[in-house]
């Protein structure tokens, strides 16, 4: 475990936010502009500080970098670890760089209440950037659960009409899933105090229990609750379309764009690696859920006659994808699934960000409102259909580069589950395809479309950079693949091993059938002689 700069900077990343909500809570209300300015500010501050974790990271070696680790509560084995490896190293960029382009979206959106919307923000960043640094079971939980109140404010403060019930039902179904996930904790944290008379939430070293196939079948289904709610999976994706509609756009790109991300990485960072046995049992059975999802989740998108519910559905489909490639567990599969969190982050946040700017327009997301819009914004059309094709996975486009890898994965593992997943792609083509021609084709029926403006300045400002990204990794994505390809051999040599070790337990149980039933035949030959 090191640290390549000798100076915390995962907890600077993490915390600074606080200095610029200090800063806000003695500004006076009436003073939008500077909170707003304050805010954005500071989530830039940190978006510059993450820069160095990048070129510092060393992709040769699987060990946690930029290790951060003080004793907290000894006697309860709680400590202040904070690390990173290549699994979670672009998410802590990504999580970065969305921020301050959330919070300048927000200029014009929100005009009431502007003080507490940014301290919620940036509240938010701070329990995101928590759970993909920390390294102790505890302080993991810790950030988890902080993540949920600002979220919880913003959809239900600053959302639309059906705010309270989407909160309610958001923190709900997040919280179900947290307590279950707190009890498998617990009972982690005293079956390692068992095994060893030393009692410690450090989430490394859980990967060294020797747990029974049994207990970790049960520990497995608890972590996957709370997990498969985040992503969220079929059947527990109820609480998205809600939450998306009625969140500000801002929330909806912090939600789409990391807070998801937060349930696939824990797949990765704890089911995988604790539980290998029960990971190999459930592959079966998470993939068709996954796969369930990704049609599903396309067809309904289909349906919808309002553009940020589409948005929302297909959200389904493409992390429905990240656990299919993930629970192949190849290198091409989760290496795959990594990568396309991250281009789903950049996507579909754009996507929600056009949605944004087309509500501040015309205060209607429903598709049947517009049409014609690219005859008067031109340039904001041309950006729509890039962020489209990137979400459709059009080759060039970093879209193409996750779908590409993940199908390569499953056809490996099985070739039934991902014949059956690339119906998403087509689909997905058409839902984004068709909603696309109804709201920028055709002749302009509204005479409120033929007086929209393109796109501002400050719209250029927080589009283009995602658009810039989105470009890159279509085409040239070595520099993101490469950082992470170390970590993903080491997570996946730990199942290996298991895979391993259950052949020749098989194989042991074979020969010693055939040795009892030749001792057996041995014996009746005697006893006929």
């Not at 995962?10 to 806000?24: A, M, N, R």
């Not at 993450?50 to 060393?58: C, E, G, Q, V, W």
């Not at 996507?351 to 015309?362: H, S």
């Not at 390569?408 to 119906?423: D, E, R």
Request: charged content about 10%; proline content about 4%; overall charge positive.
């Amino acid at each position: 475990m090191i640290n390549a700069l000798h100076f915390p900077i995962l907890s600077f990343i993490t915390f600074f936010p606080l200095v610029g909500i200090l800063f806000i809570c003695f500004l006076k209300d009436e003073h939008h502009d500077l909170i707003r300015w304050v805010a954005f500010l500071t989530a830039v501050v940190s978006f510059v500080f993450s820069i160095p974790l990048y070129f510092h990271f060393d992709s040769n070696t699987w060990n946690m970098q930029f290790v951060e680790y003080i004793p907290w509560v000894k006697d309860f084995g709680i400590s202040y670890h904070m690390g990173i490896d290549g699994i979670s190293l672009f998410l802590i960029l990504l999580t970065t760089f969305l921020s301050p382009l959330a919070i300048l979206s927000t200029w014009t959106a929100v005009t009431k209440q502007v003080k507490g919307y940014m301290i919620s923000l940036l509240f938010l960043e701070v329990g995101m950037l928590g759970v993909f640094c920390a390294l102790d079971f505890f302080l993991f939980y810790v950030f988890w659960e902080v993540m949920l109140i600002p979220m919880y404010f913003i959809i239900g403060i600053w959302g639309g009409p059906r705010r309270i019930y989407a909160a309610v039902k958001f923190f709900i179904y997040t919280m179900s899933g947290s307590v279950l996930m707190l009890i498998a904790i617990l009972f982690l944290y005293f079956r390692h105090y068992k095994e060893t008379g030393e009692y410690t939430f450090n989430i490394l070293t859980y990967h060294t229990l020797q747990l029974p196939a049994n207990v970790q079948f049960w520990l497995f289904l608890a972590f996957f609750l709370a997990f498969a709610i985040k992503v969220p999976m079929f059947p527990f994706h109820t609480w998205l379309p809600d939450a998306h509609v009625e969140a500000p756009t801002a929330g909806s790109v912090i939600l789409a764009g990391v807070l998801l991300k937060m349930g696939t990485y824990g797949f990765l960072r704890f089911s995988l690696p604790i539980f290998p046995q029960a990971t190999l049992n459930a592959i079966p059975y998470i993939m068709a859920l996954a796969v369930i999802g990704i049609v599903y989740g396309a067809l309904v998108s289909i349906a919808q006659d309002d553009i940020k519910k589409l948005v929302a559905y297909s959200s389904v489909s493409h992390l429905g994808y990240c656990m299919l490639g993930m629970f192949a567990l190849n290198m091409e599969g989760v290496k795959g699934s990594i990568i396309q969190m991250v281009n789903h982050g950049l996507s579909t946040g754009a996507l929600f960000l056009i949605v944004g700017m087309l509500y501040e327009r015309r205060h209607t997301r429903l598709i049947a409102d517009y049409g014609g819009i690219m005859k008067v914004m031109p340039v904001f059309a041309s950006i729509f259909l890039l962020v489209a094709f990137s979400s459709m996975g059009v080759p060039g486009l970093n879209g193409f580069i996750g779908e590409l890898l993940i199908l390569i994965g499953a056809f490996k593992a099985n070739i039934w589950f991902a014949s059956v997943a690339t119906l998403g792609l087509v689909f997905g083509a058409v839902y984004l395809l068709w909603m696309y021609k109804r709201v920028m084709y055709g002749e302009i029926t509204h005479k409120e479309n033929k007086l929209l403006k393109d796109m501002t300045r400050r719209e250029y400002a927080y589009l283009l950079p995602i658009v810039f990204f989105i470009v890159w990794i279509g085409l040239f994505p070595k520099p993101f693949l490469d950082k992470m390809t170390t970590s993903v051999e080491h997570l996946l040599q730990k199942v290996t091993d298991q895979k391993a070790q259950n052949t020749m337990t098989i194989e042991g149980q074979k020969i010693a059938a055939l040795n009892l039933n030749y001792t057996l035949q041995n014996r009746a030959l005697s006893g006929r002689e």
